[in-house]
Every structure is written in C-alpha cells, then in structure tokens.
C-alpha cells in the first residue's frame, strides 16, 4: 500500500522503486492486490444493494443482499484473476528480452499498474452507467500512463522499445478489461434474475 501515493504523485521514481524491491506475488496479493480490488467490490456492494442501478431509463434495479453478496465473491474473483492474466501476458511479451523478469515480477508488476483501475471503483457508491463509464475510462488512460512510465524502467529497455511494448501490453489489457467488464454488467446489471 506504500507505494498507491507514489504511483499518482511521482510515478516514474515510484516504479523504480517498485523495480529495486523482490516482491514476492504472496506479499504482494495480501499487502496490495487483495486491499485495493476489494474497493470496488465494497462499493459496488453498496450501491447496488442500497441505492440501485440508474441506467438513465427511470428504472433503479437494487440486488437483494443475498444477491449482491453472491455477485460480489464472482466480482472480486474475477478482479483478481484479471491481475493474474496480465501480469502472464507481459512476462509472455517480454520472452525475447535478454533480461525477462519472472513471472512473479510481472505479476507483481501488473498488480500496480492496476491500482487506478481499483480506485476508480469507489464511484460504485453511486451507481450511474454514464458516471461509472466517464472514471473507468479516466482511469484506464491513467493505467496506460503508467505502463508507459514503467515498461522502459521494469524491463530495462529504452522509451521507444517501451511505448511499443506498452501499446500492446494496454491493447491485450483493453481486451482483458472489456471482457471483465461485460461480465461485470451482466453480474451486477442483470445477475439479480440468475440467483
């Protein structure tokens, strides 16, 4: 959690320092990954037992908690496996580098790139299609910036090997994320008829 300030405040020295640490994927997962995406978990419990879906359309859909609590265990584990998928992708992408990090860093790294996306949850509070959109959208260019800033620094390449590699490493994230996020909708926005 030390390092959620830094990611925000100075991110380029924040992932150097990320870099010199030996981060186990354990440690990680229970000081970072686990913390940060129950946030939009708890919110998304929240807003959608208590004040309820607007989908714009004069109609509220609220969960029943039973409901909520069950969507919210498939919510956070598909989170977490999402974390889990990238940082696989960028060790995958990283194969003919003469210094490929571990796995375990990658995953380590995918972890904070992740953070923006984690924080953008607490607009789950209140629960509004167009509002929730507008910061998931704001928080993914952020999550770009930082694969930006720290591809050069975590893979010891230079900025212009780095903005390629980021640009396929957010594509594949981009892609990651939309299926997340359909299975989101459908979890939260209809999943009230599945339980």
Partial sequence: MNHVWGLFSHPDREMQSIRRENETVSHHYTHHVLLMAAIPVVCAFIGTTQIGWDFDDGNIVRLSLGTGFALAILFYALML??????????W?????????????????????????LFLSGIVALYPVV??????????????????????????????????????????????????????????????????
Avoid: D
């Avoid at 490929?100 to 860093?105: I, K, Q, Y």
């Fill in 130 to 195: 167009w509002l929730c959109a507008l910061v998931g959208t704001m928080a993914l260019f952020y999550t770009g910036y930082l694969l930006y800033v720290g591809i050069p620094t975590f893979l010891n390449i230079n900025r212009e090997e780095g903005l390629n590699f980021s640009g396929s490493t957010l594509a594949i994230g981009v892609l990651v994320l939309e299926v997340l996020l359909a299975l989101t909708v459908v979890l939260w926005g209809y999943g009230y008829r599945l339980f």
């Fill in 81 to 90: 496996a999402g974390v889990a998928v990238m940082g696989r992708v960028i």
């Fill in 92 to 116: 995958w992408m990283a194969r003919s580098l003469p210094q490929r990090p571990s796995l375990a860093r990658c995953m380590v790294f995918a972890g904070y790139v992740a953070t923006p």
